[in-house]
């Protein structure tokens, strides 16, 4: 039996489906069952209860081979990054009291700085935390997601995709969901290991390729254009950001375009994507017209 933390989420529902995949028994832990009805019905085992309770997540973990780890996504989080502090301070002090053969947990490329990552400020906090537990643990890097370019398929129409890359061409990593879930199921089905380790997952693409394939899907020339800085904070709240909270989202482009992302950080291991954002692309576009 293994958790799987977020399963009604994108990575969480990938790292499910992989793992059922596999012939593998899953557990989720949600608040709400009438959202994950469909995972019941693929043979998932729910657990009542919510990431912002340590006596949920303990409950959750009883008796498995495994845990999948995951901070709620939080655009606008609170200056000191409490919401994040409160989830990471709940799953150290159950995985304490209830420690688990394996632990994969979703970090994010850059998560090896303690500042100036804005949003990636909060898995870096996890990993910190997580660093005097005693399970074996594997910090999931991920790239930038393939999926957060959709929005594409809307407002590309003519020819155009607004991106916070700067300049577009500059590569940085990125990965498909679909990629990430893999990776952890692998992780957590297969063999064992001692101590923390670390995986950078995705490859190196830049704005303009993601463009270019999109453009392949859509059957017209997309050209990827970067969005002025000064523009950012009025495009962040278009996308649903309070007014004056994308500071955050903010910091985090700036350090992606400045190589903050990149591969290749020592003493870590690198598993490329399988995944294209072009693949992520036609899958959506055929499943909104089936």
């Known amino acids: 039996m ?37 995972w019941v019905e693929q043979g998932v085992e729910l657990v009542d ?18 845990a999948f780890v995951m901070l709620p996504p939080i655009w606008a989080p609170s200056p ?3 919401e994040a502090k409160l989830v990471i301070a709940n799953y150290v002090q159950a995985l304490t009291k209830a420690p688990v053969p394996r632990v994969v947990a979703l970090s994010s490329m850059g998560a090896n700085r303690t500042s100036g990552m804005g949003l990636i400020t909060a898995l870096s906090l996890l990993e910190q935390s997580f ?11 991920a790239g930038g997601f393939f999926e957060n370019f959709l929005y594409g398929l809307h407002v590309a129409q003519g020819g155009e995709l607004p991106v916070f890359y700067d300049p577009p061409s500059r590569k940085s990593t990125m990965v ?37 394939q999109l453009g392949e899907v859509m059957k017209l020339h997309v050209k990827a254009v970067a969005v002025p800085r000064a523009g950012w904070a009025g495009v962040f709240e278009q996308l649903g950001i309070p007014k004056g909270q994308s500071g955050p989202a ?40 089936a």
């Open 2 to 38: 293994f958790l799987v933390m977020g399963i009604t989420g994108k990575v969480g529902g990938a790292a499910a489906t992989h793992l059922l995949t596999q012939g593998k028994k899953v557990r989720a832990l949600v608040r709400d069952r009438s959202k994950a009805s469909s």
């Open 49 to 66: 209860g919510d990431w912002n309770d340590a006596a949920s997540v303990e409950r959750a973990l009883k008796d498995v081979e495994g």
């Open 80 to 82: 000191d990054f409490r």
């Open 131 to 141: 660093r005097d537990l005693a399970s074996p643990i594997a910090y999931v890097r």
């Open 176 to 212: 498909a969901t679909n990629d990430i879930g893999a990776e952890i199921a692998t992780l957590l089905s297969g063999p064992a290991w001692s101590g923390h380790r670390i995986i950078e997952l995705g490859s190196m693409v830049s704005a303009d390729e993601v463009a270019a």
């Open 250 to 289: 903010e910091t985090m482009y700036e350090a992606v375009n400045a190589g903050g992302m990149d591969l290749g950080l020592k003493g870590t291991e690198h598993v490329s994507g399988a995944t294209s954002a072009r693949d992520v692309f036609a899958a959506v576009q055929k499943a909104s017209a």
